[in-house]
């Protein structure tokens, strides 16, 4: 069970994972030793999964993020596992969620632009095991974006 430190310290590696331990124990108001011992329990209890480093989309010359709603042909396992193995071989799609409602599936992909989209589309997307039918939706911009749960 997560205490209200506990909640602290995972909200402010949320926000900054590479702070010092010093730090970190400072900002929760803890003495380091006590913040370290925390540390490793909520690593050990799986409440931190990983450390990453977020990547800017732009710089790395893929600024377009495309939504895409997958239908498939039937719900049998068969058919999901084989899309669900398609999929992640494709390196432009970052996440891929089963959804209750409309559409089977819905991908987050990123691409340099329109063109560059077609391309995934035509290459991976279109070959995919399973599908029926796709609808692609294009961000505009992004009003809010976040990593953090709320803690």
């Known amino acids: 069970m997560l205490d209200s430190i506990d909640r602290k310290l995972l909200g402010a590696l949320q926000k900054r994972g590479r702070m010092s331990n010093a730090e970190l124990s400072e900002q929760v108001n803890l003495s380091p030793s006590a913040c370290h011992r925390r540390v490793q329990r909520l690593e050990a209890e799986g409440y931190i999964r990983d450390y ?3 990547l800017d989309p732009r710089k790395l010359g893929v600024p377009t993020t495309v939504f895409v709603e ?4 039937g719900q ?3 058919v999901l596992d084989a899309f669900e193995k398609g999929v992640r071989r494709i390196p432009d799609v ?3 969620h089963l959804m209750a409602g409309t559409a089977d599936y819905l991908l987050k992909v990123v691409a340099e ?5 077609a391309r995934i589309h035509r290459q991976y997307l279109a070959r ?9 939706s294009f961000a505009l911009r992004t009003v809010s974006k976040t990593t953090a749960l709320p803690v």
């Open 94 to 96: 970052l996440e891929c």
């Open 76 to 78: 049998a396992d068969e």
């Open 113 to 117: 632009d329109t063109e560059d989209f």
């Open 128 to 136: 995919l095991p399973g599908v029926q039918g796709m609808q692609s």
């Open 70 to 73: 997958i239908t498939l042909s």
């Open 52 to 54: 990453v480093a977020l």
